[in-house]
């Protein structure tokens, strides 16, 4: 067939050198004689008709690939040169029919030159406006769009077939504006459209998403009459679906006089598209109760994929039933979705079962074995996974890459991204946005804008997807200048909540709540700015890191009004709002209705009560989680070690049992977490000497975290000998951390070596490490007081320090005296008072005692540990005042009441 491309002019052209030689060869009879008057359906070809399982390539092996084929293919053209002079009109209906025969087996066998073939005959021996048509239909079909077009403007008069049958071609091979000019044309000629252009037209617009064009076409249907035709209100319904007009989709399914399955699948998939999963399975219902009609393999798709999206294991595994039960189950596309639905919804034990079964597998079932075992966190099986596929394409290598940031691998991301540019994959806006994550995760400030300044100059930069990562990964690399200034100039409508959203997060990330607070007022009263769960979430997730109970209290309201608690994140983040906020029978309420919940909400309720110091109740709640069955990650068992030391008794020797059992019971690997955990509880209860042991028995080498869970406790017991020990080794690991120096610093300034501080400091000075200040806050009518020591920034600075004086007066009165030993400062003694005095932490309960009423508890959040002296203030200020005061500190909750704290005077 390859020669047969090789001839463009039709009038040098003749099959007869090819088909006579081809006839003659020496493994082939003598071709029989073929006159006009004898039937071309004498040759018998064989049955070509494809098995439902056979492969395109087996299909051509069996059928055009055959000498003896094709020379039944060359003698059928050599008889239509025969017909040259088709003095009869019974011998040009024979040309005719054979030509839309032949034509019709070249789309069959993806020919493309046996199409090319019967257009050289046709242009010599001439032909009706139908073959024309079936030539476009025929070209169009194989791709060769090109040949489509100059066929069609060969056309005297094209009629509304040759149109419908090139604006179609036209769409479907990615030039839909072609298409919508083309029937623009059409439309002002004389030819009338008919269903199948208004398919064709809509189409191409599904495409381009060209919803305004939709609605005109929408108008025109109406008004030539064929609004009753299912196959265009199909199609309609299409457009609507993909724009999101999913009120117009119900509409239009509410006027058809009569509908198909295709109109049903085109509802049940909008409304999945839309998320809206439960307006899915009630269509699905609908469809079988009023219409009485049968699923497909489409339908079953269809709600495998709202079960997925709703987490609806149950419904799924009843889908996965019917499926069996009615025959699809070796459908290809629906074996494919179950393994989405399991991938989500079950085991990566039901995910390989169903794999195993499958009798056939394309590159998308490889690919979501990719993904399935990137979410249950098997990495390494993954990418062997991926190098072992008999077949890549570009979604293969973006499920990989966007395995390693779901993994929180964002250096594989990274030198995989590197690999795909060697491949020269192509990078598609999903790439760039996973890019942009792996730097998020990373962190490192000079990747992040090497990868930013990438996107930039190969264009990548206009697109609404990209740039909101590229925002996101500028707020989590600390670039918040670069991320406000694209906040400020972003002009697109897409992702408008998602931006809002991450320099909310942003401001959180970095320490700048008041500006996040400011941003967040700002958004709700923007109009076209919607509350979803997901903006939800990270605002609740702000109220709880700054103890913003009254906003997070009206989240939790909007959330039942507009039905998100479905979401399990949600409320995962409303359960940690209020424990981080002081609440803890709101936190239990809330998850008592999430129950059994998931891991985090688990991990949620257990840290909520370790902020309270609650560590019986902790340890009753890990309790209740074993004999639900919910299976404990790392973060979980590293609470509840962490829980031991706030029990009412000495429990280490249970401590340890549930340490050494982590790796056989619960196959889980101790992490330097786990071990700082440990030195914590033993340290706590004063087991120092064995807290050392336990750090120099590690199977690994202890990091800077590790050591200084031991210093703490040095700190807390005055063990000067083991806490010089640990500070020597947290040194030597030249940690990032500035607090670890300043835990050093202050170590030796209280021991009063203050050359030995002095040295401390000046080495973080050389690293470009910067003490985060001391800064307390107070919510007061919705919104954040901040107050550093000594700060008189504040608007009521010069009310808040004359209370305070009077208050110290009234405390020293009671019996309160300045620890200044916590004034890690080598200044005279009056100095030592007048810093202890104005601490940021009694800046801001003065200002709460001046502005909230006399039975309300004062609530206040401080970002370091509390001090000593602070401490010791604020219970003689609870007597003075009688006024509870609450204070969350990094330790935890201090609740002091009557002269009393919560914490024992151990934190």
């Known amino acids: 067939m390859a020669t047969l491309l090789q001839f463009q002019t039709p009038t040098t052209f003749s099959l007869y050198s090819l088909a006579i030689p081809i006839a003659h060869s020496p493994n082939s009879s003598p071709p029989q004689k073929l006159t006009p008057t004898s039937p071309i359906s004498s040759l018998s ?88 048509n079936s030539l476009v239909v025929s070209f169009a079909k194989l791709g060769h769009i090109s040949y489509a077009q100059k066929v069609f403007d060969g056309i005297q008069e094209p009629d509304v077939v040759s149109y419908s049958a090139l604006i179609s071609g036209l769409a479907k091979w990615g030039r839909e504006i072609e298409a919508i000019e ?112 049968t699923v497909d393999e489409f339908t079953v798709s269809t709600l495998l994929a709202a079960a997925t999206g709703a987490f609806a294991s149950e419904t799924g595994r009843m889908i996965h039933a019917a499926a069996v039960k009615l025959g699809f189950i070796f459908d290809l596309g629906v074996s494919n979705s179950l393994i989405s639905f399991y991938t989500k919804c079950g085991s990566m034990k039901d995910v390989l079962a169903l794999f195993k079964k499958m009798p ?82 990373l962190t ?110 009206q989240i939790h309201c909007y959330s039942l009004k507009s039905g998100f608690l479905s979401d399990i994140e949600l409320g995962n983040a409303i359960l940690s ?43 009753d709640t890990w309790s209740l989680m074993e004999k639900t069955g919910i299976k404990p990650d790392d973060v979980t068992l590293e609470l509840v070690i962490s829980s031991y030391q706030y029990t009412k008794s000495n429990l280490v020797h249970c401590c340890r049992e549930l340490f050494l059992s982590m790796r056989d019971v619960y196959n889980i690997e101790p992490t330097s977490g786990h071990y700082a955990s440990l030195v914590s509880v033993l340290g706590k209860w004063g087991l120092l000497k064995e807290a050392e042991e336990t750090i120099q028995r590690m199977p690994f080498d202890p990091d800077a975290f590790v050591w200084r869970a031991l210093l703490d406790s040095c700190r807390t017991h005055s063990n000067t000998s083991i806490g010089r020990r640990a500070a020597k080794h947290i040194l030597s690991l030249k940690p990032q951390d500035p607090s670890i120096y300043i835990l050093v610093s202050n170590l030796y300034s209280a021991s009063g070596r203050w050359h030995c501080s002095e040295l401390i400091r000046e080495e973080m000075r050389e690293k470009h490490l910067h003490k ?96 000593g002296d602070c401490h010791t203030f604020f219970k003689f200020l609870t007597v003075v005042s009688r006024r509870e005061i609450i204070v969350r500190d990094s330790s935890g909750f201090h609740c002091i009441s009557n002269g009393q704290c919560s914490c024992k005077d151990h934190w």
């Not at 990989?400 to 806006?429: H, I, P, Q, Y």
């Not at 500006?515 to 923007?526: T, Y």
């Open 577 to 619: 709002m209020y424990a981080k906020c002081g609440y803890m029978d709101d936190a239990t309420k809330v998850f008592n209705v999430l129950y059994p919940g998931d891991v985090v909400s688990w991990n949620g309720l257990i840290a909520g009560h370790l902020l309270h110091r609650q560590g019986d109740e902790a340890l």
């Open 45 to 132: 070809l064989p049955n070509t008709k494809p098995h439902p399982n056979s492969s395109l390539k087996s299909l051509q092996s069996q059928s055009l690939r055959q000498p003896r084929q094709k020379q039944k293919l060359f003698l059928q053209c050599r008889f239509l040169l025969d017909l040259n002079s088709h003095e009869t009109q019974s011998s040009f209906d024979c040309f005719i029919d054979e030509c839309l025969y032949l034509l019709r087996l070249s789309v069959r066998h993806h020919d493309s030159g046996l199409a090319m073939a019967i257009h050289t005959v046709i242009l010599k021996i001439g032909g009706d406006t139908q073959l024309w």
């Open 772 to 867: 985060h200040p001391g800064r307390c806050w107070i919510i007061h009518q919705n919104k954040v007081h901040s107050f550093f020591a000594r700060d008189r920034s504040h608007s009521q600075s010069k009310d808040i320090y004359s209370g305070l004086d009077i208050l110290i007066l009234e405390c020293l009165k009671a019996g309160y005296v300045p620890d200044t030993s916590f004034v890690l400062h080598e200044v005279e003694e009056f100095q030592k008072n007048s810093f202890l005095f104005y601490h940021s932490a009694k800046l801001a309960v003065t200002f709460g005692l001046l502005m909230t009423g006399p039975e309300k508890p004062i609530r206040i959040v401080k970002n370091i540990r509390l001090c």
């Open 360 to 441: 056939f597998k394309d590159v998308i079932t490889w690919t979501g074995m990719v993904v399935a075992y990137m979410e249950f966190g098997l990495v390494d099986v993954a990418v062997e996974i991926f190098y072992n596929m008999p077949e890549r394409n570009s979604v293969s290598y973006n499920a990989l890459l966007a395995g390693f940031c779901r993994n929180g691998k964002g250096l594989s991301a990274l030198d995989f991204f590197c690999r795909m540019l060697e491949n020269r994959v192509e990078l598609t806006e999903f790439t760039l946005s996973s890019l942009a994550n792996a730097c998020g995760l």
């Open 444 to 553: 490192e400030v000079g990747t992040s804008k090497q990868v930013h300044a990438f996107i930039i100059k190969f264009g990548f930069g206009s697109n609404a997807c990209i740039e909101a990562a590229l925002l996101d990964m500028c707020t989590k690399c600390g670039r918040m200048a670069d991320a406000q200034k694209m906040f400020r100039v972003w002009s697109y409508d897409q992702n408008k909540s998602v931006i809002w959203t991450s320099m909310i997060c942003g401001y959180a990330r970095n320490g700048q709540p008041d500006e996040a607070i400011s941003l967040f007022q700002k958004m709700q009263l923007e109009d076209n700015l919607v509350l979803d769960e997901v903006v939800s979430t990270a605002i609740l997730g702000l109220c709880g890191i700054l103890g913003f109970h009254q906003l997070g209290e």
């Open 182 to 293: 083309l029937f623009m044309r059409m439309a002002f000629s004389d030819v009338e459209c008919n269903e199948y252009s208004f398919v064709a037209v809509l189409s191409a617009c599904i495409r381009v998403l060209e919803l305004e064009l939709g609605f005109q076409i929408h108008a025109l249907v109406i008004k030539r009459g064929y609004l009753s035709s299912a196959y265009i209100v199909n199609a309609l319904m299409g457009l609507y679906g993909k724009c999101g007009c999913l009120d117009f989709v119900f509409d239009l399914l509410g006027e058809m006089p009569c509908r198909d399955i295709s109109s049903w699948n085109t509802v049940i998939s909008a409304a999945v598209k839309e998320g809206m999963y439960e307006e899915a399975f009630e269509s699905f219902r609908d469809m079988c109760r009023v219409d009485e009609l």
